[in-house]
């Protein structure tokens, strides 16, 4: 987002100033783009585990998600969120790179070897441009990145890439690349 932009939704018609890490208004492609396409949202009760160490970011994905209908699960670690990935089963998970203790990529690591999570689609997301070319140039099994600050468009546009015919969030097919379109420009 534009320096303008974050400068006029901080302070035009007395708005406060925007959730870090989440873009208040979206630049001018993303809402023309917004407008042509229909949202295909996932079924209602899709259920999404979000493992952020930032409250605010939980807080943002948490009320981005439930405004669709969305369950939403939290953990503010990696440990506390594979607990709940076994035992509540998410359909998606939110996954930040850069965490206390175990990182992001560890954490993939155990969710993909236990086969409870195996089939679970990931999200990884990361507002640390290091760990951003670290995920870009591995292998890491995640389905899908968004880049911090995101867009509410891009929430719905990367969880729209990954459902199925019944609305429901599945794993992209080996060999098929994560890296889309920036959804942010």
Do not use: C, W, Y
Not at 17 to 31: L, T, Y
Not at 103 to 129: K, Q, W
Not at 134 to 162: C, H, N, Q, Y
Request: net charge neutral; aromatic share 8%.
């Amino acid at each position: 987002m534009g320096i303008l932009n974050r400068f006029r939704s901080a302070f035009a018609f007395g708005r406060t100033a925007p959730e870090p890490g989440v873009e208040a208004m979206p630049d001018a492609p993303v809402r023309d783009e917004r407008r042509r396409n229909k949202r295909v949202n996932a079924r209602d009760e899709t259920r999404a585990l979000i493992i952020d160490d930032s409250p605010t970011i939980v807080f943002a994905l948490k009320k981005i998600l439930q405004s669709a209908g969305f369950i939403t699960l939290e953990a503010l670690d990696a440990e506390t969120g594979i607990s709940l990935a076994r035992t509540e089963t998410p359909d998606l998970i939110f996954l930040d790179i850069i965490l206390p203790g175990v990182n992001g990529f560890a954490a993939l690591r155990t969710l993909r070897r236990d086969p409870a999570t195996a089939h679970i689609p990931v999200i990884m997301i990361s507002g640390n441009e290091q760990a951003t070319e670290l995920f870009f140039g591995s292998r890491t099994g995640a389905d899908d990145f968004m880049k911090k600050p995101f867009s509410r468009f891009e929430v719905f546009a990367r969880i729209e890439r990954l459902l199925d015919e019944n609305m429901v969030p599945r794993r992209i097919p080996a060999g098929v690349s994560v890296a889309g379109p920036d959804l942010r420009d």
